[in-house]
């Protein structure tokens, strides 16, 4: 069995005036609460009480609140903070309820404050209708989860954790280790050896990177335009529909990463270790909030979870130097250019090598050298891209980790 994290959309059917306008009144409390204790620069869950604990709040949210803001003003370091943060609540703050004699089969209870709560009529992802059976049966546990309105539209985001069938019984030394290189030029690179060692003809999404490099600087470039001229919800508007564009890149890559491994005999993905590669971003403020902001633990999550649901096992690595040391002979080396590793190693037959690939392969041979482990989400959002909206919306994706929701249902 294998334990997997999922995050589950549903969209609030038409509310009425009355409830939207309780959804706003939480969403706004929220907001001040959330800004309040950033602002007072809280470290810690009893700082972060003190400042959100006057708020109108539910204590599901205020509970959130005390867990968030610490993250965001220490392991996150966010400088300023998004005006439109979903509003969270711990994992006891929903209770969902199943009428399948009814139109509309789901209904969720929502917190408004203390001693209010609101039932709503709610629409889930269809391809995601059995992991809300089993977390009504309690056959999977809920984790936290996010409220927010696009367009008009509100939407919650519940994280679910259920047990899985493993794919098959094949053996740790029988598995073919696929590498998965998660970067900026390349947005994910695939790579693995053959039975005679030799690495094969790597799979690389560069493509799709140039895109969402391209989308990211017409969005921070037009937003920021906007923003001198006083156009704050224009502004807001056009970031949700290119921040839309990239989620659907992402989808789409991390399906098209799955399908590659499911072509491979015996397949094991092998991923970077998110922790590690959290606690080596130390390149200075300005490269620190762009690259927290980049999506790789969104892009990590999405590949874990589908591959687990195809059942191909995924293994995470310590990722230092994968992209330093040649595949080949395991010397040092360095990048000419972006695209291009170089072995130092006179003696070394390789010379140059696509970087990324390069990165890949020894992703995968980590696997092969007994240091891989599997590694549990904890909240299946995991969130570096959580983290104060820094470089983009940075919260509501299956992750990811608001980067905002993939239309009205994500893949």
Not at 126 to 153: H, I, V, Y
Not at 294 to 309: C, M
Request: aromatic residues 8%; charged residues 30%; contains cysteine.
């Amino acid at each position: 069995m294998t334990e997997l994290t999922k995050t589950l959309e549903l969209k609030l059917v038409e509310p009425n005036a009355h409830k939207r306008r309780k959804l706003r009144e939480t969403r706004e409390a929220y907001q001040q609460a959330l800004h309040d204790a950033f602002n007072a620069r809280c470290t810690t869950q009893t700082e972060a009480n003190d400042v959100v604990v006057n708020y109108d709040l539910s204590g599901y949210a205020k509970n959130a609140l005390k867990k968030y803001v610490p993250q965001l003003t220490t392991t996150y370091n966010a400088g300023e903070l998004h005006d439109d943060h979903p509003v969270r609540f711990t994992n006891e703050g929903l209770r969902l309820d199943h009428k399948p004699e009814n139109a509309i089969e789901w209904y969720v209870k929502i917190p408004h404050h203390e001693d209010y709560h609101l039932w709503m009529p709610a629409q889930p992802n269809p391809e995601q209708r059995d992991w809300l059976a089993a977390l009504n049966a309690g056959d999977a546990t809920m984790g936290e989860s996010r409220l927010f309105e696009r367009d008009g539209t509100w939407f919650l985001h519940v994280t679910a954790t259920r047990n899985v069938e493993d794919g098959s019984e094949v053996s740790a030394e029988e598995r073919t280790p696929i590498g998965a290189d998660i970067g900026e030029a390349s947005l994910v690179t695939v790579c693995h050896r053959d039975r005679h060692g030799s690495p094969t003809a790597p799979e690389l999404w560069a493509d799709e990177g140039k895109t969402v490099r391209r989308l990211r600087k017409t969005n921070f470039t037009a937003k920021r335009r906007l923003q001198m001229r006083g156009s704050e919800r224009i502004a807001e508007s056009f970031g949700d529909d290119v921040w839309n564009q990239i989620g659907d890149v992402f989808h789409r890559v991390t399906r098209e990463v799955v399908e590659y491994a499911e072509s491979v005999e015996n397949p094991v993905l092998v991923l970077e270790d998110l922790t590690y590669i959290r606690e080596s971003m130390d390149y200075g403020d300005f490269m620190n909030r762009r690259l927290h902001g980049w999506g790789f633990a969104k892009l990590h999550a999405q590949i874990r979870y589908k591959a687990v649901e195809k059942g191909i096992p995924v293994e995470t690595v310590n990722p230092r130097n994968t992209s330093k040391e040649c595949h080949a002979c395991g010397e040092v080396g360095y990048r000419p250019r972006q695209a291009t590793f170089k072995c130092t190693n006179d003696a070394c037959w390789m010379g140059e090598y696509q970087a990324d690939a390069n990165g890949a392969i020894n992703i995968a041979d980590r696997y092969l050298s007994g240091e891989s482990h599997s590694r549990e989400h904890t909240d299946g959002n995991d969130s570096a891209e959580d983290g104060g909206r820094l470089t983009a919306p940075q919260d509501t994706q299956a992750d990811a980790t608001k980067q905002e929701t993939l239309g009205t249902y994500a893949s």
